[in-house]
């Protein structure tokens, strides 16, 4: 039985094991004068048992599914004859995948060796026993912890302490997977890094203003080594992300003031919702408004003035990023100027204040932390966009700080050097790893930055 058919049917036996407890606790508690006499509500021995169930059984199938490919392809590799065993990872990679097509039919067998045919045959048999295996302990682990459980309703046992430790524990092994998953996804980047200043040297690569990564095909021919410095991919990224933040955060800020301070009920119903819909947008929607709309008419704007813009600007990409990531700078802004008590309003009010100076005096020094967090996300959302910068301000890295002209970023950089088949032994593709280590870095800076001005200002008014 293949997992996907496992897995409901654990469900199903621990919805059983459910229902079997929560009747068994009832039948115990009757003589007794009723579920009061338990030392807990029938629904926690329920709880239990289905937990008991549900969970042992789910850990070895994940168990199982981890590594059943691995121990089969051991297997397999081994039942091969000794003088035709793989001397490298590649070459085990490339017997496995013959075996694995003849064992599918996806090859004919007349044209593999015959001891191809010998390994697609062990192949198929160890998957089919490895099904058989699996589903045969999988179900024999539920029933025997539902059948534990089950036997352990009593009315002397405090099932909802059992209950709560056990939801303690599945919490805590999820916060622990997000945390080793980001240590796993730092560590990797990491490595990954240091190979490429291995082969780069740093102080090339953060302050070199040449990128171009393309290496030659022969040692001899210009550009063989490639240049790989930083800079003009950073001024790109925070000229464009400063071009988004000068359209969003005066636009979502002003919004959200006055759909929370001056808006009726009425307006700000249909309003917000019309607002938050940009969120919802595609961004490849938003590349395409980009460099069909707004890029032409910037370039046609700059020629009726006397100036030259290029078909790909910053400043088309910025403006259109800035649109995009108006909703976040404007709802986040709108709950946090709601979530001011309002008793600070009246109280101002009835001191005299206007409601003009009650939201410049008042309401928006104590929601300040929230409004940075909000301008912190629309930042962070800005310097990671990909598709806007590809489609409106194109893949040229220039050094320079006119928006008229065309930049890339380090994501639009990321994404070009990692498509495609890439060998992961050289520096043009570990020079994406590095440059996901710097833009990682700076954000964590200015998370840092951005977390002591909410601490001082959070100080101040609460």
Known sequence: MQTANLLPLVLVLAVVAYGLAYMRSRAVAAPLGGIRNLKALPFYYAAR??????????????AWAGFEGKVIQGIVIASLPQDVWPE????????????SNVAAGKLNPEFVPEHIVGAASVLETMDDQSENFKAALVLLV???GAAFAWTRVS???????????????????????AVLTTAGIVFSVILETIRFFGRVPISDFLFSTSWSPQTALRADQVGSEGAFGVIPLFTGT????????????PVGLLSAIYLSEYASRRVRSSAKPLLEMLAGIPTVVYGFFAALTVAPFIRELAETVG????????????????????????????????????SMRDGSLALGATQSETMKKVIFPAALPGIIGGILLAASRAIGETMIVVMAAGLAANLTANPLESVTTVTVQIAT???????????????AFALGMLLFIVTLLLNVVALKIVRKYREQYD
């Open 88 to 99: 490298s990872a590649g070459e085990a990679s490339l017997i496995l995948s013959q075996i």
């Open 155 to 177: 009315p002397h046992i405090n099932a909802r302490i059992n209950v709560e430790t056990t939801l303690r524990r599945i919490f805590f092994v999820c916060a622990a997977l």
């Open 142 to 144: 539920a029933v025997s």
């Open 238 to 249: 925070l000229l464009i992300s400063a071009i988004a933040l000068l359209v969003a955060v």
């Open 417 to 431: 050097l990692l498509v495609g088949d890439q060998e992961f032994d050289s520096a043009k593709t570990l020079s």
């Open 49 to 62: 048992a289905a937990l008991w169930c549900a969970i042992p059984a789910l850990i070895v199938l994940a």
């Open 307 to 342: 100036l030259e813009a290029s078909s790909q600007s910053a400043l088309a990409a910025g403006l259109v990023m800035g649109i995009m990531i108006v909703p976040f700078v404007s709802s986040l802004s709108d709950d946090v100027i709601n979530a001011v008590p309002q």
